[in-house]
């Protein structure tokens, strides 16, 4: 709830944005060697959302 008013206040979601749009824009022009933006873990994010998934189909089935 900090960190968000100051990372707007220093334009960082703002320079991340464009960072990741123009790495997707040179991945899809086939020169990924100089992407600048790299995604750790990719499927970390795709875990969470099963694991959200699954825990929220517990809580309907328990009720």
Known sequence: MI???IQ?????HHRRLHRLIDAVEKHWNAEHE????VAYDPYAAW??????ILSS?????KA
């Open 34 to 37: 100089d992407a600048d933006f």
């Open 3 to 5: 960190a968000d008013p």
């Open 47 to 52: 875990l969470m959302d099963v694991f959200d």
């Open 57 to 61: 189909a517990y809580r309907i089935a």
């Open 8 to 12: 707007k206040g220093l334009r960082l």
